[in-house]
T-cell receptor
Framework: QKEVEQNSGPLSVPEGAIASLNCTYSDRGSQSFFWYRQYSGKSPELIMSIYSNGDKEDGRFTAQLNKASQYVSLLIRDSQPSDSATYLCAALGSNYGGSQGNLIFGKGTKLSVKP | DTAVSQTPKYLVTQMGNDKSIKCEQNLGHDTMYWYKQDSKKFLKIMFSYNNKELIINETVPNRFSPKSPDKAHLNLHINSLELGDSAVYFC?????????????FGSGTRLTVV
């Protein structure tokens, strides 16, 4: 069974700080990775995707991927109280892993940004 | 204009009943999914349809039966509801079965079985 592991938190950071969220995945064939944000009672919303090793920046968000270590992370700079949500890491399953096209989600990390 | 819409948003029903959840997407996507999110927020795939054809059918009780009349619609029918079926059910869609750009999720249906 292919898995994505995340620290469930809660992760608490002060407003203006950098929040660092991490996940690891087990399917070595996965090539596409996503971060979703889910506010309480709402649906997951795609905030970042990453496909190549290295960093990808979009505004205050930076996604990092290391395929050799099977590790994905999300940095949120200048954290705001409105960033308080659960962040879900997802890996796109591969043919190698027997789950092509299937987004495998971690259990999510709950982030709390204190004013 | 809602991209992926689900109805109903809330569903409270008694054990043993049969219920349906409907999903429609207006994104022109080829592939649609049903995911179940339990009380611990864990999202797990149930089914996937590509152009009306079933392509993923995870280990889900036979009481759950998806139906896709066309590629824009994917409905979920549940027979003989059990307490353990209580969860939030999300419909999602992707451009194609490779899902390289991720999914777009509907707003969810919170099912409570009493």
């Amino acid at each position: 069974q292919k898995e994505v592991e995340q620290n469930s938190g809660p992760l608490s950071v002060p407003e203006g700080a950098i929040a660092s969220l991490n996940c690891t995945y087990s399917d070595r064939g996965s090539q596409s990775f996503f971060w979703y944000r889910q506010y309480s009672g709402k649906s997951p919303e795609l905030i970042m995707s990453i496909y190549s090793n290295g960093d990808k920046e979009d505004g205050r968000f930076t996604a990092q991927l290391n395929k050799a270590s099977q590790y994905v992370s999300l940095l949120i700079r200048d954290s705001q109280p409105s960033d308080s949500a659960t962040y879900l890491c997802a890996a796109l399953g591969s043919n190698y892993g027997g789950s092509q096209g299937n987004l495998i989600f971690g259990k999510g990390t709950k982030l709390s940004v204190k004013p | 204009d809602t991209a992926v819409s689900q109805t109903p948003k809330y569903l409270v029903t008694q054990m043993g009943n049969d219920k349906s959840i409907k999903c429609e997407q207006n994104l022109g996507h080829d592939t649609m999914y049903w995911y179940k999110q339990d009380s611990k927020k864990f999202l797990k795939i149930m089914f996937s349809y590509n152009n009306k054809e079933l392509i993923i059918n995870e280990t889900v009780p036979n009481r759950f039966s998806p139906k896709s009349p066309d590629k824009a619609h994917l409905n979920l029918h549940i027979n003989s509801l059990e307490l353990g079926d209580s969860a939030v059910y999300f419909c999602a869609s992707s451009r194609n079965y490779r899902a390289n750009y991720g999914y777009t999720f509907g707003s969810g249906t919170r099912l409570t079985v009493v």
